[in-house]
């Protein structure tokens, strides 16, 4: 049975910074795709970054570029998502997803890409 587990949101000022973690069971990381996206108050869930299968390097969203990192440890089987200068518009819940195959291109960006989930974690940022 495959889980992810979320943790490390909370509540920042403007400017401050996070470390998601998502632990995943049932799965091994390099299996295929990881990904991070977010759902923030009364919108859709949106991609914010994605590592592909094959070492390919990790895809961030525009809005979080320069700011966000995803990484992840094969032995811990742990997703990371750092994130810095945070700002109002980073506030959502953040989910990490797992494909479990190899994947690649646009679907990799897409929600519906994705088989598996974590429950999610809150992020707030004030202003």
């Known amino acids: 049975q495959v889980q992810l587990g979320e943790s490390g949101g909370g509540s920042v000022q403007a400017g401050e910074s996070l470390r998601l973690s998502c632990v995943v069971s049932?799965?091994?990381?390099?299996?295929?795709?990881m990904g991070w996206f977010r759902q923030p108050p009364g919108k859709e869930r949106e991609v914010v970054a994605v590592?592909?299968?094959?070492?390919?390097?990790?895809y961030y969203a525009d809005s979080v570029k320069g700011r966000f990192t995803m990484s992840q440890d094969n032995a811990k089987r742990t997703v990371y998502l750092q994130m810095s200068s945070l700002k109002s518009d980073d506030t959502a819940i953040y989910y990490c997803?797992?494909?479990?195959?190899?994947?690649?291109?646009?679907?990799?960006?897409?929600?519906?890409?994705?088989?598996?989930w974590g429950q999610g974690t809150q992020v707030t940022v004030s202003s």
């Open positions: 997803a797992a494909k479990g195959a190899p994947c690649g291109g646009t679907r990799a960006l897409r929600a519906g890409g994705y088989n598996y």
């Open positions: 049932g799965l091994m990381l390099n299996d295929g795709c």
């Open positions: 590592i592909f299968s094959g070492g390919i390097s990790p």
